[in-house]
C-alpha cells in the first residue's frame, strides 16, 4: 500500500502538533513507520488519505461498535445541529440519554455526562473519596483510567506503549494515595487494605481489562474485591469506559453479574462525539454539586450533539439486543480463525477474548496481568504481525498493549479475509 499524502499530511501536523497527533498511539511509534491519515469511514471500513481501503479493528478505540456513519446516529446529530450546537443550559435530550442509561445498567440511579473517559474516572474518584471520607485507592498495575494525574502509575495503553508508565507531571504528593495492585491477584488487593486500614475510598479497575491488550478477569477476582470492600467500606468502582454498552446492555455489570457501587463510561455511550459518563445509585450521586458538596462541572457536559448521538447509539442498542449475539459471534468466528492460522504456521501466541473484546498476545504463557502482558509484548513480534496486517488491508491497533474492538457491520467475507491475512502473515514468521 502506498502512504505517500499520509506521509506528508504527517511531516506538516509535526510541525506545529506535538508529535504529529492528538493522542500519542496514533503516531505508530511503537510500531515504526507512517501513521495512516483518515479520510472518511463508513461501516467496518476506513478510506485513508490515500485512497486505501482498510478494514476497521479499532473502530475509534470502541465507540464505533455499530460501524463507521452509522446512519440513524449520523442523522441524530445532523438533525440537532441545525437547531444550535451548545447553550450552556439544560436540555430534554439530556434527559431522555440519562433514563435510557440507567435503565440498561443494573445499579444505577442516576448518572451525570461529561465529556472524555478521563473526566469521568477522575470525577469517580473525587466523589468516592467525597462519600467515604478517606483519600487513597486502588488501581491495578496495567489498567488505564484516562490521563489524571492520580492515574498515571503503572498505566497500561499509551503510557506503557511509550515507555512512561509512570508520568513527570504527577507529583509525589498525588501518588502517595494511589495504591498500586496486581491484575487477578485478590491476595495482592487484601494485604493493601490491611496494610491501609480505614484509610483506601475505592478500588477501580477495567472489570476486562482492555488496556494491556485484553485481559479477563480470573474466575472469582471480582467476587472477591466485592467482598473485600463491603467489608472494609470500600467502593467498588467499575471502569466501564471500554465495556459499557459493549459487551452487554448492562455492561460488564450485567455479564458477570457483579455489582459496583460506581461506574464510568465513554466510548459506546457518545455513539463517537466526545461524551463520558459517571453513574452510582442515587446516595452516593447526590453527594455531587448542586446538590451535595462534591464539586464537578463542564462548560461542554451535556452537549446536545453529543447526547443526541450517544441517545440514537444507546436507543439502537436497547431496541436491538440481538447485536450484542450477533458481534459475539462474529469474534468468536475470527478467534478461532485466528487461532487456526497462527496455530498451522507455529506461531506462540495467545489469544484472549470475552465478548467483542479480542487481542493477540505473542506469548504461549498465559496472559493474566501487567507482568505476562508486558513479557508477551516483548520483541518484534507483534511490530511484524502489525505491519504484515496492515500491508494486507487490516488496521489493527498499532501497539501491542491494545485491543482489537469489532463493530457488527463487518461481514464474515470481512472476517475471513482477516484470517487469510493473518495466514499470510504467519508464515513470514518462519
Ligand atoms: N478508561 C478506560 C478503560 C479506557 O480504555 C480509556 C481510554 N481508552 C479511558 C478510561 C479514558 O478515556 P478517554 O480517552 O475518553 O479520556
Known amino acids: 500500500m502506498i502512504y505517500k499524502r499520509s506521509s506528508a499530511l504527517f511531516a506538516e501536523a509535526q510541525k506545529v502538533i506535538p508529535g504529529g497527533v492528538n493522542s500519542p498511539v496514533r503516531a505508530f511509534k511503537a510500531v515504526g513507520g507512517t501513521p495512516i491519515f483518515v479520510e472518511k469511514a463508513k461501516g467496518a471500513y476506513l478510506y485513508d488519505a490515500d485512497g486505501n481501503k482498510l478494514i476497521d479493528f479499532i473502530n475509534s478505540w470502541g465507540p464505533m461498535i455499530l460501524g463507521h456513519a452509522y446512519p440513524k446516529v449520523v442523522n441524530a446529530v445532523v438533525e440537532k445541529a441545525q437547531k444550535g450546537t451548545s447553550f450552556g443550559m439544560p436540555t430534554e435530550v439530556e434527559t431522555e440519554i440519562a433514563s435510557l442509561a440507567v435503565s440498561m445498567v443494573p445499579n444505577i440511579d442516576k448518572i451525570r455526562f461529561v465529556n472524555s473517559g478521563t473526566e469521568a474516572c477522575m470525577s469517580a474518584i473525587r466523589l468516592a473519596r467525597g462519600f467515604t471520607g478517606k483519600d487513597k485507592f486502588i488501581k491495578f498495575a496495567g489498567c488505564y483510567h484516562g490521563h489524571s494525574d492520580s492515574f498515571l502509575i503503572q498505566a497500561g495503553s499509551g503510557a506503557v506503549t511509550f515507555g512512561t508508565p509512570n508520568s513527570p507531571g504527577v507529583t509525589q504528593g498525588t501518588a502517595k494515595d494511589t495504591l498500586l495492585a496486581r491484575y487477578n491477584d485478590l491476595q495482592n488487593v487484601a494485604d493493601l487494605i490491611s496494610e491501609n486500614k480505614d484509610e483506601i475510598a475505592a478500588i477501580i479497575l477495567e472489570p476486562i481489562a482492555g488496556n494491556m491488550g485484553c485481559i479477563p478477569p480470573v474466575e472469582g477476582f471480582l467476587e472477591g474485591l466485592r467482598k473485600l470492600c463491603d467489608e472494609n467500606q470500600i467502593l467498588l468502582i467499575f471502569d466501564e469506559v471500554m465495556t459499557?454498552?459493549?459487551?452487554?446492555?448492562?455492561?460488564?455489570?450485567?455479564?458477570?453479574?457483579v455489582k459496583a457501587d460506581i461506574v464510568t463510561f465513554g466510548k459506546v455511550i457518545g455513539g463517537g462525539l466526545p461524551v463520558g459518563a459517571f453513574a452510582a445509585r442515587g446516595e452516593i450521586m447526590n453527594c455531587l454539586?448542586?446538590?451535595?458538596?462534591?464539586?464537578?462541572?463542564?462548560?461542554?457536559?451535556?452537549?446536545?450533539?453529543?447526547?443526541?448521538?450517544?441517545?440514537?447509539?444507546?436507543?439502537?442498542?436497547n431496541s436491538k439486543p440481538e447485536i450484542f449475539n450477533s458481534i459475539n459471534a462474529k469474534t468468536e468466528y475470527l478467534h478461532k480463525g485466528l487461532t487456526e492460522a497462527l496455530s498451522e504456521n507455529g506461531v506462540a501466541h495467545t489469544i484472549n477474548r470475552i465478548g467483542s473484546m479480542i487481542s493477540v498476545h505473542f506469548s504461549e504463557t498465559p496472559v493474566v496481568d501487567f507482568e505476562t502482558a508486558t513479557l508477551a509484548a516483548k520483541g518484534d513480534a507483534f511490530k511484524k504481525f502489525f505491519h504484515g496486517m496492515l500491508n494486507e488491508g487490516i488496521y489493527i491497533a498499532p501497539s501491542a498493549y491494545e485491543t482489537w474492538f469489532l463493530c457488527d457491520a463487518l461481514t464474515y467475507t470481512d472476517l475471513d479475509k482477516t484470517v487469510e491475512a493473518c495466514r499470510k502473515v504467519s508464515k513470514m514468521f518462519k
Open 289 to 317: 454539586a448542586p446538590e451535595g458538596p462534591v464539586y464537578q462541572a463542564g462548560t461542554l457536559s451535556g452537549n446536545p450533539l453529543a447526547m443526541a448521538a450517544g441517545l440514537a447509539m444507546l436507543t439502537e442498542l
Open 244 to 257: 459499557g454498552f459493549r459487551l452487554a446492555r448492562g455492561g460488564a455489570q450485567e455479564l458477570l453479574t
